[in-house]
């Protein structure tokens, strides 16, 4: 129970830090906002502030930032819909923001803690390619395949990139001499690997590095995840609602605090790039809504606007309801305990 409820608290701490970019900057920018608000549905907790309501609601699946105007049409000047255009990507695009600022706080913390990845083998998995090649923990790798390797990230693109079965040809430091090993690829499933692991030093320098590197990848594997969906090569079912990810966050906090940061990074910069996509009803449509403003000149027509963002929340809801009844619930095993 105590990590369920500490699941809802980080997943809503990641949603209410991304509606708090909106806020900020519309404040900053001059923007009356009318309501910040924390959850969906009924309000439980109320507080009036100087010119907004701040709330708490009962559902921990959302939370919004209301703006004088951003809907409906209104008279005055610090409405959303009559500041500048630029202010207006400004607000719509901070919740993004915030979203990547904190994926990179996350993994800066996990670097720290951790320490960040090195060109030197940490470990060999036994029975692996690596072993039977003959290298040893403490070995430093510095050429696969007579190019040169500076980082872990050069060793894992390189040995990714290697074919099945290939001979890898890769050169060490050990004892301080050098020395040429030949280790076999293999597949484990669909990515090389040769059964090696980092060993890890602690650096702020490197933490700050690898703290954008890691923001960078999730970003990237989101990109890829979408582009594999387009092709038919990945079930929607396989993607993960907001129970799924409740549930995701209470794995990682009972594992402890780095695996809860990690995911807390992981998420964050999901949520920011998911955002992002051009579709009615999310940041990214807003956007869009905003530049095609500012290239013809005029806003675009109120009624067009709203039955495409209409059909954007509409179409939001029935997959985020599909995911969690044929993804996430399928996954915890919960249909067969509600069939009983």
Request: hydrophobic content about 45%; overall charge positive.
């Amino acid at each position: 129970m105590n990590t369920l409820i500490g699941s809802i608290i980080v997943f809503m701490l990641v949603i209410t830090l991304h509606e708090l970019g909106h806020f900020s900057v519309a404040k900053m920018v001059g923007i009356k906002v009318n309501e910040f608000s924390i959850g969906m549905g009924p309000k439980i907790f109320q507080k009036e502030g100087l010119e907004t309501k701040y709330s708490i609601r009962i559902l921990p699946i959302g939370g919004y930032v209301a703006m004088e105007g951003e809907d409906e049409r209104s008279d005055d000047p610090r409405s959303f819909n009559n500041v500048n255009v630029f202010k207006r990507m400004a607000v719509v695009v901070a919740g993004v923001c915030m979203n990547f600022i904190l994926a990179v706080i996350a993994f800066f913390i996990v670097a720290v803690i951790v320490g960040t990845p090195t060109n030197t083998i940490g470990s060999i998995v036994d029975n692996s390619s690596a072993y039977h090649a003959g290298l040893y923990a403490g070995d430093k790798i510095i050429e696969i395949n007579d190019i040169p390797t500076k980082n872990w990230e050069d060793i894992v693109f390189n040995i990714s990139n290697s074919k099945e079965n290939s001979d890898i040809r890769i050169k060490i430091t050990r004892n301080h001499n050098e020395l040429v090993k030949h280790v076999i690829a293999k597949s484990n499933n669909g990515r090389i690997q040769i059964g090696i692991t980092p060993n890890y030093e602690k650096s702020i320098s490197n933490a700050i590095k690898y703290s954008f590197l890691d923001t960078i990848q999730v970003i990237k594997d989101v990109f890829m995840t979408i582009k594999l969906l387009f092709k038919g090569n990945v079930d929607v079912t396989m993607l993960s609602g907001p129970v799924g990810v409740i549930s995701v966050i209470g794995q990682a906090t009972s594992l402890g605090m780095v695996y809860l940061l990690k995911m807390i990074g992981i998420i964050s910069a999901n949520l920011g790039v998911v955002n992002l996509l051009p579709i009615p009803a999310l940041d990214g449509g807003k956007l869009l809504f905003l530049i095609i403003e500012k290239l013809i000149g005029k806003k675009i027509n109120e009624k067009i606007e709203n039955t495409l963002s209409l059909i954007g929340i509409s179409f939001l809801l029935f997959l985020m309801l599909y995911i969690t009844l044929f993804g996430d619930l399928a996954r915890m095993n919960l249909w067969n305990v509600i069939k009983k």
